[in-house]
């Protein structure tokens, strides 16, 4: 048999793998120890050259439909691991046929939530965790994807000031259409209801989970986030003609939530008394993609929204609010948030993103602030925290201190 | 929740959609396809054209036919995930039509599971109850009896971890099956299995399921699987069914050219002959047909013999086959070859040489390059409408 090998980015390491043999067996010198979730097939973390890789055994013609349709949801732009590859054509040296490999670009800083739950948690962790995950269903929702395996597993949740982002990264069930129906929709709510039951329970079985989460009330609550969110994005909204702020109003609403509104549609009555808006197309980003433009910064959406504000506040503080606004972001990224991310020493830079550092010493700076009674000045605040907060946090990075026989993998069939 | 004589609904996680917690004895699940129709927006022709079928309570029916024939679409209508654009589906006298997918009482089984490694078996298996409100005495019992069938008692109270993959399977399969569903359904559960756990897992499914005697309705694109699985198989193409009966009707009876040649491996001989007096013509062989039959058929008919129902003839008549492969199976061989199409009087032209299987005894086979002469057996021929494809006759 011959190794086939599918990938976007030809890497000739990749050949140096040990492809012949099975992956639960690879050399422990491949592999980077990082936690996973709960599976049926064995996945492995490998590290090859500068980054780190997620290769999952699984039948040959699954491994291609999962990679497709990866590849598809990057093309919607909407938040997923990254494919890779896939491998095909293993074997053993006795020549034992061995199942497709498929590969993944490690998503840098993300944590499955057995990871997040083995750290000491901020209160309300479920819950926020319930808000990410119904903002990601959302988002594959109206790109017409019906998940089939929601579940905290097939999620990696990245920090976003003080929230969480979630990203899907199991798409082996997915489905692409062109449309979802109602029934498609309550069917990827209710299993997402079902394992996220099961899942809470099981870390409240081992000891995990913060004790004022119910496992029953905080897997239910996804419902709920998810229909009052789904009924803002898409809902119609009836009013008086003379109401007319009401469209403005809409369209800041659904920015503040984090969309853009690219196609909305009003159509008037033909007395001309009533006025109807539904939005048609909605995209996810709106602070994120504004930030991008003015400064370059590539972050998450509320680590965007909090970069924002402050840009903002800047911009009064310095009376400069009349001025071209890329200019003056440019300015802020130079004198605020570049000195800030770069005074972090080297060998913290792997605890959290720079952007989530930024948000982290605003937040510093405000608690500092509130202590003393006055106004902080950010330098203070930025070395308080690099002293004080910063080194007793976890590496996020790659490599997390946790214990992954916690997190076994189960592999479907021996 | 909504009210519904069966009890509270449940959800069936990442296997797939709504299951009922059966609280007693429940009604009779029956499942009717009535001129079930789906049509999606765009496309030119319905995926699922006027489907009707009625499956008993407690049958295990299967839906087959090539890809992209709709076996799919129908059974996610009667899930609740396609939305129906004509005709109607009833389970038991209940018209499910409108109805959301959990309010529907049926499971999509054995898909995706994945087991929590904090809890124990027994825990795995009904914590699906637990999230339903069913108190912890019945949740034991319904677990216990579960564990019994699938021969999991002694490691009920033990963590997934310290179980063979197989076991693990079972639980996976015990989920579905503590919470008594009205009907279940799968879609393909098998794809993802190499060919010798498919084999096994197909007949433990179906020994499964005449023990749970819970109505069941299963997808698959394997004739053969269909064959032996089901009490009853559905042919479907293009969206329309051709036949819905019992795996031994369906192989003996085809009700047209499509089920003959789909059903049945290897596959049924056809070939077009012309209509004689009596009968068929068969290379110069009358094939008796009784003659009410043939009124109004046309000059020639569609002629379909299975290779197990031919046998060799002595005197140089009867289908003339070339072989080209011989396949010694023990008692019996398989020959494949080929035989010349006879010129027909209706057209005229030669179809040439066109692919003949049949099976012979395996003690004294023909060699490859032999020239044979095989006659159907008495009684065992299949005559179909050369125009419309229907069966023609019994
Ligand atoms: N690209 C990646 N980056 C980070 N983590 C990853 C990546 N790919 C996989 N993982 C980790 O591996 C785990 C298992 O992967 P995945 O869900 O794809 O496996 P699976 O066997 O298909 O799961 P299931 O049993 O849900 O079908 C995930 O929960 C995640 O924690
Ligand atoms: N979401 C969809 N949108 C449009 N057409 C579809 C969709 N799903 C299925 N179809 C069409 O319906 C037909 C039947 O599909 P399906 O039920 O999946 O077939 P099967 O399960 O028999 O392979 C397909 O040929 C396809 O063209
Ligand atoms: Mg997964
Ligand atoms: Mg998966």
């Known amino acids: ?414 | 929740m909504p009210a519904h004589p069966g009890g509270h609904h449940l959800y069936n996680g990442s296997s797939g959609t709504f299951l009922p917690v059966k609280e007693g004895n429940e009604a009779m699940a029956t499942v009717t396809f009535d001129n079930a129709t789906r049509q999606y927006p765009g496309n030119p022709v319905p995926s699922v054209d006027k489907l009707n079928i009625e499956i008993a309570d407690g049958e295990f029916l299967v839906l087959v036919g090539p890809s992209g024939c709709g076996k799919s679409t129908s059974l996610r209508m009667l899930a609740g995930l396609e939305e129906v654009n004509g005709g109607r589906i009833l389970i038991g006298d209940r018209d499910v039509t409108n109805l959301s997918p959990k309010d529907r009482d049926v499971a999509m089984v054995f898909q995706n599971y994945a087991l929590y490694p904090h809890m124990t078996v027994a825990d795995n298996m009904g914590f699906a109850l637990k999230i339903a409100g069913v108190d912890k005495a019945e949740i034991r019992k319904r677990v216990e009896e579960a564990a019994k069938i699938l021969d999991l008692t002694p490691y009920l109270d033990r963590k997934p971890k310290a179980l063979s993959g197989g076991q693990r399977q079972r639980v996976a399969m015990g989920r579905a099956i503590v919470r008594s569903p009205q009907v279940f359904l799968m879609d393909e559960p098998l794809s993802n299995l190499d060919a010798k756990l498919r084999v096994q897992t197909r007949t433990q499914i179906a020994s499964l399921q005449r023990r749970l005697g819970v109505t069941t309705v299963y997808v698959t694109h394997d004739q053969v699987e269909a064959m032996t699985m089901g009490d009853r198989v559905a042919v479907l193409k293009d969206g329309i069914l051709q036949q819905c009966d019992s795996p031994r009707r369906m192989y003996d009876h085809p009700a047209n050219v499509f089920v003959a040649g789909f059903i049945g491996s290897p596959a049924m001989n056809l070939m077009e002959v012309p209509v004689t007096d009596g009968g068929v013509d068969l290379h110069g062989h009358t094939v008796p047909v009784a003659r009410e039959d043939l009124t109004g058929v046309g000059k020639n008919v569609t002629l379909g013999v299975r290779p197990e129902d031919l046998e060799l003839s002595s005197d140089q008549s009867g289908i003339p086959v070339t072989v080209d492969v011989v396949e010694e199976l023990g008692a019996d061989a398989y020959i494949y070859g080929s035989t010349e199409q006879k010129l027909l009087e209706a057209t005229g032209e030669n179809a040439g040489a066109v692919p003949f299987i049949a099976r012979v005894d395996g003690r004294r086979p023909p060699e490859k390059g032999d020239k044979i002469f095989l006659k159907p057996k008495s009684g065992h021929v299949h005559v179909f409408n050369a125009e419309s494809g229907l069966r023609v006759g019994d």
């Open chain 1, 1 to 414: 048999m011959t190794l086939e090998i599918t990938t976007a980015r030809p890497e000739s390491a990749l050949l140096d793998l040990p492809w012949s043999t099975p992956l639960e067996e690879w050399p422990e010198t491949y592999l980077a120890a990082l936690p996973r979730g709960i599976s049926r097939h064995v996945v492995r973390f490998v590290k090859l050259g500068p980054r780190v890789l997620a290769v999952k055994e699984i039948k040959d013609d699954i491994a291609d439909r999962e990679y497709a349709m990866l590849r598809n949801l990057r093309r919607l732009d909407v938040p997923s691991v990254e494919p890779f590859g896939v491998v095909h054509g293993r074997a053993t040296a006795d020549g034992e046929p061995l199942d497709a490999c498929l590969i993944t670009r490690h998503l840098q800083f993300s944590l499955p939530y057995r990871a997040l739950y083995s750290q000491n948690l901020r209160p309300h962790t479920a819950v926020r965790l319930m808000d990410a995950l119904a903002l990601l269903l959302v988002r594959l929702h109206l790109e017409g994807f019906w998940w089939g395996d929601v579940s905290l597993s097939n999620t990696l949740f990245r920090r976003d000031a003080g929230a969480f982002a979630a990203y899907l990264v199991d798409a082996e069930t997915g489905e692409l259409h062109t449309r979802l129906s109602d029934g498609q929709r309550e069917h990827d709510l209710d299993i997402a209801r079902i394992n996220i039951a099961g899942e809470l329970m099981d870390l409240a079985a081992g000891g995990f989970l913060e004790e004022q989460a119910d496992p029953f009330e905080v897997s239910a609550s996804i419902i709920e986030r998810y229909h009052t969110l789904w009924g803002t994005l898409t809902g119609t909204e009836r009013f008086e003609s003379g109401d007319r702020w009401r469209v403005e109003e809409r369209i800041r609403r659904l920015n503040e939530l984090g969309f853009d509104v690219d196609e909305l549609s009003i159509t008037t009555d033909i007395g001309g008394t009533e006025i109807v808006i539904t939005p048609k197309v909605v995209d996810a980003g709106h602070h994120s993609r504004r930030l991008l433009r003015l400064t370059g910064l590539d972050v998450g959406e509320n680590q965007a929204r909090r970069l924002l504000n402050d840009l903002d506040a800047y911009a009064a503080a310095t009376d400069r609010q009349g001025e071209d606004e890329e200019i003056v972001a440019h300015d802020w990224l130079a004198r605020i948030y570049e000195p800030v991310t770069r005074a972090v020493p080297r060998e913290l830079t792997g605890r959290l993103e720079p952007a989530e550092i930024f948000h982290e010493v605003l937040e510093h700076r405000w608690y500092m602030s509130e202590r003393a009674g006055h106004d902080t000045p950010i330098e203070d605040a930025l070395r308080d925290y690099v002293a004080t907060v910063l080194p007793a946090k976890p590496e996020e990075k790659a490599v997390l201190g946790v214990d992954t026989e916690e997190m076994p993998v189960i592999s479907r069939f021996d």
